[in-house]
């Protein structure tokens, strides 16, 4: 069973960029498929981007495409969300998953979930 802890989230105007961390420990993160959800008030969680184990394939949501990146370095057992050009609908706690289905979009085919981390973009 592998625990996980995002950190990196806070305010920032829109345009500007954060780099999200989700820092596992507990298993050897190569053995998972890795993926970042979303959930803002009052609306269910949804999908932003994965990435299958070790580094090889990865997706993304049409609203994040283009402007968000997600990374790993399975050395480290962290997986990375760069984010660029945030907009303010970017606003949400953002979490990281790790599960066994390459580039999955459905929260519930992750079995391990951090805590999630706050990403605030005003305008």
């Known amino acids: 069973q592998v625990q996980l802890v995002e950190s990196g989230g806070g305010l920032v105007q829109a345009g500007g960029s954060l780099r999200l961390s989700c820092a596992a420990s507990?298993?050897?993160?190569?053995?998972?498929?890795m993926g970042w959800f979303r959930q803002a008030p009052g609306k269910e969680r949804e999908f932003v981007t994965a990435?299958?184990?070790?580094?090889?394939?990865?997706s993304y949501s049409d609203s994040v495409k283009g402007r968000f990146t997600i990374s790993r370095d399975n050395a480290k057992n962290t997986v990375y969300l760069q984010m660029n050009s945030l907009k303010p609908e970017d606003t949400a706690v953002y979490y990281c998953a790790a599960g066994y289905y390459s580039g999955s979009r459905r929260p519930n085919e992750y079995v391990h979930w951090g805590q999630g981390t706050q990403v605030t973009v005003s305008s």
């Open positions: 507990g298993h050897t993160l190569s053995n998972y498929a």
């Open positions: 990435i299958s184990r070790y580094s090889g394939p990865t």
